[in-house]
C-alpha cells in the first residue's frame, strides 16, 4: 500500500489517546471518599486518636530535644564530651535538690543552652558554666536561669535574686569542677532557707502520654488476648459439636452398611432354595412370590444408597429401619413363616 492509499483508507500508525482527566479526577476523588468513609468509622477515629496521642508522646517526652535537654530531663549535671569530670560524683553531690549545673566546653552560648532546656528542667535553678581565661588565670563564666514556678511573671524577682546569688564563689575552683558543685549546692541551700525559691526534691516521672500508651497498651493486650481466648472456646465448641456429629453420621453410615451387608448375605443363602423350588415346574408358591418381592425391594435399596446424603441423619435412619424390615422378612423366609402384615416393604 502507498502512502497515498493509507491517506484515502485511513490506515497508518494510529495516534496515541490522551487519558480521560475525568477519570483521573474520579479516581482520586473516589480514593478521598474511601479514606475519608474510613476515618468515619470507628476504627478511623481510633486510629486517628492513637496518632495524636503518639505526636503528644514523642513531643513531651523529649524525642526532639538536643543532647543537652535529653540528658538534664533524666540528670541533674551535664558535661559535654571531652571534659574531665566525674559526672556520677557531681550528680550524688546535688542529690534530690531542684537543682541543675550544666558545664560546657570554653566557647559554648550558655544562653542558647539555656533556652534548649527550659522544658526539660522545668521547676529547677539551672546554672551552665563554662571556663574561661588561658593559662592559670581563668574562671567561670556563667549563666544563670531560674525556671522556678512564675520566674516569668510574680516572682520574677526571686528569680532573678536566684540567678545572680547561684553561683557566687566557684571561681576559686576553676580547676576542680566538684568542688565548684558543691559551692553551687551550698548557695541552693541558701537560697531554700531565704525563701527565694521553693523547697522540696526534684521528681523525674514520664509524661502522661507515656502513662496513656502504657495503659492503652496494656488494655490492648488483655482485650486482644481475652478476644482470642473466647474466640478459641467457641471455635473449639463448635469443632466439638461437628466432630460428634461426624462421628454420629459415620456410626449411623456403619450401621447402615452392616445391615445392608448382611441383608444381600440373607438373600445370597435364600438363592439355593428359590432356585430349586422354582426349577420344580415353574413353582409359584407363596416362598417364590415372596422371595421375588424381597429381592425388587432390595434392588431399590441399591439404588436408594447410591443418591443417599450421608450428612442427611434423618434419611440414614430411615433407611437403616428399612433395612432391618428387609432383613427380618429374608429371617421369616429362611425360618419358613407366614409372610406378616406388619412386615410389608417399605415404599421407596
Not at 478511623?44 to 503528644?56: N, P, S
Not at 546569688?165 to 531554700?192: H, M, Q, S, W
Request: aromatic share 4%.
Amino acid at each position: 500500500m502507498t502512502r497515498s492509499d493509507s491517506r484515502r483508507t485511513g490506515a497508518g500508525p494510529s495516534r496515541p489517546q490522551r487519558a480521560d482527566p475525568s477519570r483521573r479526577t474520579g479516581a482520586g476523588a473516589s480514593r478521598r471518599q474511601r479514606v475519608v468513609g474510613l476515618l468515619g468509622t470507628p476504627f478511623g477515629l481510633a486510629v486517628l486518636a492513637c496518632l495524636a496521642l503518639a505526636g503528644w508522646a514523642v513531643w513531651s517526652g523529649g524525642a526532639l530535644d538536643g543532647p543537652v535537654a535529653r540528658q538534664v530531663r533524666t540528670t541533674s549535671f551535664y558535661a559535654d564530651p571531652g571534659l574531665d569530670v566525674d559526672r556520677a560524683a557531681a550528680e550524688r553531690i546535688i542529690g534530690n535538690r531542684r537543682l541543675v549545673v550544666i558545664l560546657r566546653s570554653p566557647g559554648a552560648d550558655l544562653r542558647d543552652t539555656c533556652k534548649q532546656v527550659h522544658r526539660a528542667a522545668d521547676g529547677t535553678v539551672v546554672l551552665v558554666l563554662s571556663r574561661d581565661g588561658d593559662g592559670d588565670d581563668y574562671d567561670y563564666d556563667t549563666y544563670g536561669c531560674a525556671l522556678v514556678p512564675g520566674y516569668d511573671k510574680k516572682n520574677l524577682g526571686k528569680a532573678a535574686a536566684a540567678e545572680m546569688i547561684i553561683g557566687r564563689g566557684i571561681d576559686t575552683f576553676a580547676d576542680r569542677p566538684l568542688e565548684a558543685v558543691k559551692v553551687i549546692a551550698v548557695n541552693y541551700d541558701r537560697l531554700v532557707k531565704a525563701g527565694t525559691v521553693p523547697d522540696g526534691a526534684r521528681t523525674i516521672s514520664p509524661s502522661l502520654p507515656r502513662f496513656l500508651l502504657a495503659a492503652a497498651a496494656v488494655t490492648g493486650v488483655v482485650a486482644g488476648a481475652s478476644l482470642l481466648y473466647l474466640g478459641g472456646r467457641r471455635a473449639g465448641r463448635l469443632a466439638a459439636t461437628r466432630r460428634v456429629r461426624r462421628d454420629g453420621l459415620t456410626d449411623s453410615r456403619s450401621a447402615l452398611s452392616a445391615a445392608t451387608a448382611g441383608l444381600a448375605q440373607q438373600i445370597i443363602d435364600l438363592d439355593p432354595q428359590y432356585a430349586l423350588l422354582y426349577g420344580r415346574q415353574g413353582d409359584d408358591s407363596g416362598f417364590a412370590r415372596r422371595y421375588r418381592q424381597l429381592t425388587s425391594d432390595h434392588a431399590a435399596l441399591l439404588d436408594r444408597l447410591a443418591t443417599l446424603d450421608d450428612t442427611d441423619e434423618a434419611a440414614v435412619g430411615k433407611l437403616t429401619a428399612h433395612v432391618e424390615s428387609l432383613s427380618r422378612r429374608a429371617q421369616a423366609l429362611a425360618d419358613k413363616q407366614p409372610e406378616r402384615h406388619d412386615a410389608q416393604p417399605e415404599k421407596s
